[in-house]
């Protein structure tokens, strides 16, 4: 997918990947709330998104607000080897991964599909 295609797409933000914008929004701004609009899902794993979302609330003092989809450009899903037919499903499965707030509780994935459970504290 080209990094900007308006005439498909009409957003610019698709310029820039989503989290690494984030952090440089984080180190330029003060009071911004910083979000996604909608991460998909399906074309990440739920576990770095959680990371993700996490690092940014924490560098940015709690102004993170995430927003996940499932998505709804065919075009990106064989890109990044995946199957656009079934997001809805690799959506589900990927939600029940805690998305932690970076000064909440222990996450886990057991049943996110990761194999054996996993606990690990996020944040300071």
């Known amino acids: 997918m080209p990094p900007y295609?308006?005439?498909?797409?009409?957003?610019?933000?698709?310029?820039?990947e989503t989290f690494t914008h984030l952090g440089h929004l984080t180190a330029a701004t003060e009071n911004a709330v910083l979000g996604t609009g909608a991460a998909v899902l399906p074309l990440r794993g739920p576990l770095l998104v959680a990371k993700a979302a996490a690092t940014v609330d924490v560098l940015s003092?709690?102004?993170?607000?995430?927003?996940?989809?499932?998505g709804d450009r065919p075009v990106?899903?064989?890109?990044?080897?995946?199957?656009?037919?079934?997001?809805?499903?690799?959506?589900?499965?990927?939600?029940?991964?805690?998305?932690?707030?970076?000064?909440?509780?222990?996450?886990?994935?057991g049943d996110a599909g990761c194999g054996k459970a996993l606990a690990e504290e996020v944040g300071p």
């Open 5 to 16: 295609d308006s005439v498909r797409f009409g957003d610019p933000g698709s310029v820039f």
């Open 76 to 109: 990106e899903y064989p890109l990044f080897g995946r199957d656009c037919e079934t997001r809805v499903t690799a959506f589900r499965e990927g939600r029940p991964a805690p998305l932690p707030h970076a000064r909440g509780p222990a996450v886990t994935c």
């Open 61 to 70: 003092g709690g102004r993170m607000l995430l927003g996940l989809a499932s």
